[in-house]
């Protein structure tokens, strides 16, 4: 498509009346027809952190430690809480990021410096031992820095294969992965046994907690059986979880922890050879949005233990009832034992991906996973009050397709 540059501008009113019109072919997220892209928790909290965000709107958090020191100063007291919430030793480090592949880059940039040094090797290139569901901001990260990512096939429960991976580390590996949850499936990796081989073998673990780490332990709180995952466990060396997934927090706006000072201090890009003198960030990016920062602050204080423990709660809730709507369709079931807020689907007898094409012509927006085939959803409350009316769609295109199964799916899994 060619567009010109506009010779004379338009008033304000014009530009947004046409910014609204753009919206009316987009996914009608707000009534839980998106399966991923979008977090809500309450109306409240949306209003709160969407009025903290455009309270800084114009400052760079770049600048904080000199002419931002209100943005600074918020950033450090939510990485504080934040280390407080994951049960982090004295010793640990955060920072915040904009988004789960910068943290997970971050990470695995930092554990390969680290590994540099121990090894005295500067040019040191070493390989990533993590199951197949890890995310797929491992592989970028790998690719930017020229390192290997070996997957391993994941057990029968959809978690990660402790033998597997043993079995795939070499004296190259320098880092092993484990989910809390993976995307794919939902489901905690044996987060405590993975730590164990990374003692045993002298290796750095990170647990990609992008999705679970601002919910599993507010779920656990509840009652719910969650596995521990955070800085608690010798031999977690470093985590990641996005504030503005189950922190319900505007984006962009995630965080990166390492458990000691040790680790950490690889972290930061440093560099003094230019003519404006020495330059530190601890981010990729170099200008980032400070209303990230400010809105993941009101909403932290805002909600504090006790408003996230009842949000969780209110979501496990739903989600428990959705589940057992699923498993109440003929010839649906539930991949593995979800320990959250995703949910996998497939079926044994019928065509999941030709049942997401039925679901799709009814407005609803397919997440699928391809191995093995499964319609695939990471549910918030935006979710909740469409929860009746998609199951019953669901149920009514599982009909559809049992009656013609001959007619293939051509749809295919996409992030």
């Known amino acids: 498509m060619k567009v010109r540059f506009p010779e004379r501008g338009r008033s304000p009113e014009a530009v947004i009346d046409d910014l609204r019109s753009f919206k009316s072919g987009d996914c009608d997220w707000q009534h839980g027809r998106a399966p991923l892209f979008v977090f809500k928790a309450t109306d409240q909290v949306y209003e709160l952190g969407r009025a903290a965000f455009f309270e800084y709107f114009s400052e760079n958090a770049l600048g904080g ?42 990470a695995v940039q930092t554990c390969r410096n680290w590994t540099r040094a ?48 043993s079995d795939a580390i070499d004296q190259d590996t320098m880092m ?12 905690i990796d044996p987060i405590e046994e993975l730590a164990a081989l990374a003692r045993k073998r002298d290796l750095w673990l990170h647990v990609d907690a992008c999705v679970g ?46 458990s000691s000072e040790d680790r950490a201090q690889h972290h930061n890009f440093d560099f003094d050879g230019w003519p404006n003198g020495r330059f530190v960030t601890g981010t990729i990016v170099g200008t980032r949005p400070s209303g990230g920062v400010a809105a993941a602050w009101a909403v932290f204080n805002h909600l504090g233990i006790e408003g996230y423990r009842k949000i969780a709660d209110d979501l496990m809730s739903f989600i428990e009832a959705y589940k057992a709507g699923v498993e109440a369709i003929d010839g649906l079931h539930i991949l593995g034992k979800p320990h959250l807020s995703i949910v996998a689907f497939g079926s044994e007898e019928l065509d999941v991906f030709r049942v997401a094409e039925v679901m799709s012509e009814k407005g609803w927006l397919p997440g699928l996973v391809q191995q093995p085939r499964a319609i695939h959803r990471m549910m918030s409350m935006i979710h909740a009050d469409s929860k009746d009316e998609y199951l019953a769609d669901l149920r009514a295109a599982v009909g559809v397709v049992r009656q013609a199964q001959s007619q293939s799916a051509t749809i295919k899994a996409s992030y």
Do not use: W
């Open 176 to 187: 092993l992965v484990g989910s809390a949850p993976c995307f794919p499936y939902g489901v």
């Open 213 to 258: 780490g601002y919910i599993a332990p507010f779920v656990r709180m509840t009652g719910r059986d969650v596995p521990h995952f955070d800085l608690r466990i010798e031999g977690v060396s470093s985590l990641s979880a996005d504030l503005h997934k189950f922190g319900f927090c505007p984006k962009p706006a995630s965080t990166v922890f390492y």
């Open 65 to 106: 430690k000199r002419a931002f020191p209100s943005v600074k100063r918020m950033e450090d007291e939510v990485i504080a809480m934040a280390l407080d919430l994951f049960h982090a030793p004295a010793d640990a480090v955060g920072f915040m990021t904009t988004g789960g592949t910068e943290s997970i880059v971050q």
């Open 118 to 165: 121990r090894r005295k090797s500067p040019s040191f290139r070493g390989n990533i031992v993590a199951p197949h569901s890890v995310h797929p901001a491992f592989e970028k990260g790998a690719k930017l820095m020229d390192l290997e990512v070996r997957r391993v096939p994941v057990g029968k429960d959809f978690r990660a294969d402790i033998n597997a991976m």
